[in-house]
């Protein structure tokens, strides 16, 4: 881990990125958010904020149209959020966290952003709890593990962190509320402007809500207005949103039905608009004393109380932490939670003596010149290079990334009399889950492929995974059956369609490339009683699984006219399909991004190979291109399709998760792109996805585990899934032996290109 750098030495990013609320939703978070994005921009010209904010899809709210939104209750739009914010060019993200504005329990689905970007983060805490619930501290826990400096308003917060997070001290910055910087003006002199001329104004405001205490400081107004007849409580502000939707306006109803019976009603005004930054500033200037009679002991920061000491009001207050922090030194007075009497008693004293006044403004007035949103933005901006010079230097690891050559050993460890099993704890099969044709069928194909040094063990395994095909065709149904239990009971009488069409290609191609006559004999027999049937699925990837066996069936019996007529139309119904989905920014075959894409392109370009039809090769390899460029990352590595991504129509894929499947789809694709045009990028794309498996990927982790044949199943934000299911294991074999094709053929090619040399004379 580097050390932070000392302060000279650090250097302020010029790009960030900001989540929080923002305006016009009606919240203090969303206030502070927007003022910190424009205290950030005219602080530092030469940085750019890209402020992301939660919207909860209410009110119908129209944000500036540079605020990027995340749908606050929808999981994939974090993240979305989190892979634009990593292909920005960010160099650091600022949350400002408080656990309502985001999802999930406890707004937990902000972790999931967080989990996957790898910037530094800077996190601000609007709330610190000393007894949270469950699921708070579980969020808060992972909230500060993640976060490289985090940024609390009250001393109390930083005292939170360490005696009950065990935060160390050296990742903690103390920077207060911002505050607008306003010259200092004497009441009097704008009372004018509000209609307020020759009255004593006392003030309230921020969003209405029963933690407000403001019945208590109207209980106040009768004993103040009999010592000080021109004394005017303005309550300002709309009620809280969340309040109106599940209340309606009972709670300000209420209060004013206070002040009506205690008889001070002429005393009392509730302004009830959300007002803007300018207007509210007038309030405050106008204002002889604000008051916060807040009832939470352990608010830790209060914008509204900010506000009011950088306008240099007299200030009084409840104790809770915030206030009595900015309070302190005779910057403002403290009465009891809930203590009317003393409310009046302390105001009466205020509006009595205009010379304590006047030095309670002073004092408040000087202390918030160090709360100005400029002096903010120059302490956060600190605390954002700081954040970056912790972070560890990334250096390129030191690899092999040759090819290696195809293991059965973790094939064999996941395989039994019946077949393959599907899934795994780690590396150790998991019987609860049995068998299934998808992997069964991979694994014949493997067999076809992979040279065996004992004829006997090639033998036996090969007649395994057959004898599971065969047992899997129910002719009744016209389907191969899927799932299949340990105590070898079917689950089912038909499998989906895509697993009908993969068993179709690994009897093709069985028939076509198996050692020994008697399994390509059988592999044909069964191809030719289940392929009229199965001919009749409609699922764009079955169709591609099946022209794949029919392509290699019609190499194995080149007159057959069934697999000719297959290739001829499912390809021309791919083509259709591309035609009906495209759109200017996309040349893809569905409205949607889903499994084993790379498949579509390789069943055109095997079947234009076969049919000699320029039309589907062309298709072929523009869709391939098109998929390989959403399968790239901001540094060119492969980045297989999340699964994330699934489903969502006409999106940009997300990078998590990502499996094995997808990178041999693409090796295998582009080794049959290669076939037909022989350009250098073809194997460049191989290359890239098979280094998938090594350690060239993401998170620069290895999914291979070179020793014993192994793979792990998948790459997540925060690692490898460390299990080794079948699939994952067939995936890399079979890359590895496409890549071992690959690697003899440019050999050949090498070698016929090669000038004879005539041996020197004698």
Not at 35 to 50: I, Y
Not at 397 to 419: K, V
């Amino acid at each position: 881990m580097k050390h932070p750098q000392s302060a000279e030495f650090q250097i302020i990013p010029h790009h960030i990125a900001m989540i929080g609320n923002s305006t016009p939703r009606k919240c203090g978070i969303a206030t502070f958010t927007t003022h910190c994005s424009e205290a950030l921009a005219k602080q530092f010209p030469d940085m750019s904020v890209d402020h992301y904010a939660l919207d909860d899809g209410l009110g119908n709210l129209v944000y500036a149209d540079d605020v990027k939104l995340i749908a606050q209750n929808d999981l994939i739009s974090y993240a979305e959020a989190a892979r634009e914010i990593e292909e920005s060019g960010a160099q650091a993200i600022w949350l400002q966290h408080e656990f309502g504005i985001f999802g999930g329990a406890a707004g937990d689905m902000i972790l999931h952003l967080l989990a996957r970007t790898k910037l530094p983060l800077v996190t601000t805490l609007h709330t610190i709890l000393e007894n949270p619930n469950p699921d708070e501290l579980r969020v808060m826990k992972a909230l500060l593990a993640r976060s490289d400096q985090i940024i609390v308003m009250a001393e109390r917060g930083r005292e939170i962190l360490r005696n009950h997070y065990q935060v160390d001290d050296t990742r903690i910055s103390l920077i207060v509320h911002g505050v607008p910087d306003r010259p200092y003006v004497e009441p009097a002199a704008i009372k004018r402007l509000l209609n307020c001329s020759g009255r004593s104004v006392i003030l309230t405001f921020g969003l209405l809500a029963p933690d407000k205490g403001i019945d208590a400081m109207i209980r106040a107004m009768p004993a103040i207005v009999r010592a000080h007849p021109d004394a005017f409580y303005v309550v300002l502000g709309a009620t809280h949103p969340n309040i109106v939707r599940e209340q309606g306006e009972s709670l300000r109803q209420s209060l004013e039905a206070l002040a009506g019976e205690l008889g001070v009603d002429g005393n009392v005004a509730f302004i009830n608009q959300y007002v803007e930054q300018d207007e509210l500033l007038d309030y405050l200037q106008a204002a002889d004393i604000y008051i916060t009679p807040y009832v939470n002991p352990a608010q830790i920061t209060s914008g509204t109380l900010s506000y009011a000491i950088g306008m240099g009001k007299p200030v009084i207050s409840t104790p809770y932490v915030h206030a009595t922090e900015i309070l302190a030194d005779g910057r403002g007075i403290l009465v009891p939670f809930g203590d009317s009497e003393a409310m009046a008693h302390q105001i009466c004293h205020l509006l009595t003596d205009q010379n304590i006044r006047n030095g309670y403004a002073r004092r408040a007035y000087a202390y918030g010149r160090g709360m100005i949103w400029s002096e903010l933005a120059k302490r956060v901006g600190r605390c954002l290079a700081q954040a970056i010079s912790m972070q560890p230097a990334r250096l390129a690891p030191r690899r092999n990334y040759s090819i290696m050559e195809p293991d059965l050993s973790a094939i064999l460890r996941m395989s039994d009399g019946t077949g393959m099993l599907q899934h795994s704890i780690l590396s150790v099969p998991d019987r609860n889950h049995g068998y299934c044709i998808d992997d069964n069928a991979r694994a014949l194909i493997l067999m076809t492929q992979i040279a065996s040094h004992d004829d006997e063990v090639h033998d036996r395994w090969m007649t395994t995974y057959a004898s599971f095909v065969e047992h899997a065709w129910n002719p009744q149904a016209g389907r191969f059956r899927n799932f299949m239990a340990f105590d070898r009971t079917w689950c089912e009488e038909a499998g989906s369609e895509d697993s009908s069409g993969r068993a179709i290609w690994a009897l093709g191609v069985t028939a076509r490339d198996a050692t020994l006559p008697k399994h390509r004999e059988w592999a044909a027999h069964l191809f030719d009683r289940s392929i009229g049937m199965i001919r009749s699925l409609t699922s764009p990837r079955a169709r591609a699984f099946i022209m794949l066996g029919a392509a290699a069936m019609l190499e194995a019996r080149p007159d057959d006219s069934q697999c000719h007529d297959i290739l001829c139309e499912f390809g021309s119904q791919l083509i259709y399909l591309l035609e009906q989905a495209r759109r200017p920014d996309w040349a893809w075959f569905e409205a949607v991004l889903a499994y084993d894409n790379a498949r579509l392109p390789h069943a055109l370009l095997v079947a234009g190979k076969q049919l000699n039809n320029h039309e589907f090769i062309a298709c072929g390899l523009s869709t391939l291109d098109w998929i390989v460029a959403q399968q790239t990352n901001p540094d060119g590595h492969f980045r297989a399709i999340g699964t994330e991504s699934f489903g969502r129509s006409y999106s940009k894929p997300l990078p998590f998760d990502q499996q094995p499947l997808e990178a041999q789809a693409t090796i295998e694709a582009a080794v049959a792109a290669y076939e037909v045009d022989k350009a250098a990028k073809w194997i460049e794309i191989a290359e890239n996805a098979y280094s998938w498996f090594l350690g060239k990927n993401e998170l620069d982790i290895p999914l291979a585990t070179a020793n014993d044949g192994g793979c792990y199943d998948g790459l997540t934000p925060t690692g490898v899934n460390r299990n080794q299911g079948a699939e994952s294991l067939l995936a890399l074999q079979l890359a590895s032996c496409a890549m071992n094709r690959l690697s003899r053929t440019l050999s050949d090619v090498a070698h016929e290109a090669a000038p004879e040399v005539a041996p020197a004379s004698a």
